[in-house]
């Protein structure tokens, strides 16, 4: 069997269902994926220079590659309290074509993952406040985790 017939053979199956990519970050004591297509970079915690009159979650300031980057805390966000910065906490860059960049802090990065849509469960209904960020809950192997909506994540909802 040549290989033309057997790329068919395999194509004629069942359509194979298309699968996102997510960074896995952890936040407190939970696991929170972003879609990888909103980030650009993912830089250890370095100075951060505050900044006054700016919205409570915002942290401050970066320079990334001579470009001033703001950083906010998902945290504060969300109403989880302040921020625990340890060795492993990170700075996602995320890029947006509305706003440009803005880095978001967490407490890890773990891992890259694949879901598939029949994967996660898009009716997450909760009457708590920071489920308005989520819009899905994914499962990998035996994890839960919750999927940002990342325009809910970053919009400043008073502008």
Known sequence: MDKKNEIRRK???????????????????????LDISYVDNIVRMQKITRVPKVQFYYI??????????????I???MGLGEDE???KSR???????EIGYVGVLVDEVKEVI??????????????RQDNIFI????????????????SAVVDDPKA
């Not at 001033?68 to 805390?73: A, R, T």
């Open 60 to 73: 401050g300031i970066i320079n990334l590659r001579g470009e001033v980057v703001p950083v906010m805390s």
């Open 91 to 97: 700075i996602v860059i995320l890029k947006l074509d």
């Open 135 to 150: 819009n899905g809950i994914g499962k990998h192997g035996d994890d839960l985790i919750s999927i940002f909506d990342i």
């Open 85 to 87: 910065v340890t060795n």
């Open 75 to 77: 945290r504060r966000k």
């Open 11 to 33: 194509d004629s199956g069942v359509a194979e269902e298309e699968k996102k990519q997510y960074i896995i970050c952890r936040i407190g004591d939970e696991q929170y994926g």
């Open 114 to 127: 694949a879901l598939g849509e029949s994967e996660i469960n898009r009716n997450v209904k909760s009457k």
